[in-house]
């Protein structure tokens, strides 16, 4: 009995020893398992009296019990450090700030040309890409802008060689188009132009999108009415348009748009007219039979008056400031 109660207090002892679930399991093992100490004793039961078997098996079964619930209790006291261990380290600081995404969006005459696309497809036009390094007849010769026209010195060219240039308009395209396709024709060209000028209202490269109708009976009604109406989506019915008489060497007659801003400033955002003759003669189609009008729309100049931007130069100087104002649906 001496023995048990000795046995009792190492036990208690080991327990509360423990500092992991590992250690403990090896205790119960110890003194309880199959083979354990615990067992050793009583299997000593067998060479005892039937009342010392009797008393000494109920003791054990005592101290058994009592060994179980110590552990148990050790258990949960480890399970509950293990837990706030596992807290103090997996802690989440709420109070941080969160990290934001950053949404980019269309750099702004990105959008204005996918806008204009869109009003354009839906009446029928094909949109095409077209290439910026052009010849000289397709940029000025073809569109009645032989040497030495005075309307070449305003185009301020970059010369590649003799031949080559980059294009300085998108009228290039009417050429290309009207000597591929067969009347009717309805044909926009969006893309990059090229003139060596420098201020808030130019810049070397700029943006345009050329239109095309070709068709019979095209007169200058409906290049008015597919101005007024492209305008008005593009800006609202609030705006003030003005046509004015003008000269193109491929168009006859030709026009100017202004657009009179809120501080009664007007400014010009694109060119018309009605295709020249003598450029339909150059791409063959007969002139008797089919007429054509033509526009070229300054993209710079409309997303300017859209959004109220006062240098044209801030499109392209990427500045996250700039742009970042421009969010769209
Ligand atoms: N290409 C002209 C320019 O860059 C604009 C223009 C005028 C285009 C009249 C046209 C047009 O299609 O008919 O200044």
């Known amino acids: 009995m001496l023995n048990l109660n000795k046995l009792f207090s190492t036990i208690t002892t080991d327990i509360n020893n423990t500092n992991t679930s590992n250690q403990l399991n090896a205790i119960r093992i110890k003194y309880l398992g199959k083979k354990g100490i615990l067992n050793s004793y009583i299997r000593n039961i067998k060479y005892f009296s039937f009342e010392e078997k009797k008393k000494y098996s109920m003791m054990i079964n005592h101290i058994k019990k009592n060994i179980i619930s110590e552990i148990n209790k ?26 934001r995404v950053h949404q980019g969006s269309l750099h ?3 959008h204005t040309i996918n806008s204009v696309n869109n009003f354009f497809l839906k009446l029928g036009f094909q949109a095409i890409n077209s290439p910026e390094i052009e010849d ?18 305003t185009h301020d060219t970059f010369w590649l060689d003799s031949n080559r240039l980059l294009r300085t308009q ?28 420098y201020d808030v209202t130019h810049t070397p490269m700029f943006h345009q999108i050329e239109g095309l109708i070709v068709d019979k009976n095209i007169n200058f009604s409906h290049l008015k009415w597919i101005i007024y109406n492209f305008l008005y989506d593009f800006f609202g019915k609030k705006i003030v348009i003005k046509f004015r008489p003008s000269y193109f060497p491929f168009t006859v007659p030709s026009a ?3 657009i009179i801003n809120d501080d009664g400033k007007s400014l010009e955002i694109l060119g018309c007219g009605m295709v ?7 791409v063959n189609i007969d002139s008797s039979l089919y007429s054509a009008c033509a526009f070229g729309i300054g993209i710079e100049r409309i997303t300017m008056l859209r959004y109220g931007v006062s240098d044209l130069r801030s499109f392209f100087e990427n500045d996250i400031r700039f742009l970042k ?4 649906n």
């Open 74 to 99: 050790k258990d949960k006291e480890l399970n509950l450090i293990m837990l706030n261990q596992r807290i103090q380290k997996e802690k989440i600081d709420i109070s941080l700030p969160g990290r």
């Open 108 to 110: 702004p005459i990105t």
């Open 136 to 153: 000289e007849y397709h940029n000025f010769d073809a569109l009645n802008i032989p040497k030495n026209h005075p309307a070449r010195d």
């Open 170 to 197: 998108t009228s290039s395209m009417q050429i290309r188009i009207m000597k591929k396709e067969k009347p009717p024709i309805r044909f926009i060209f969006p893309g990059k132009v090229y003139r060596n000028d």
């Open 256 to 258: 100017e748009v202004d």
């Open 276 to 282: 020249h003759p003598q450029v339909l003669k150059n």
């Open 325 to 328: 104002q421009f969010k769209y």
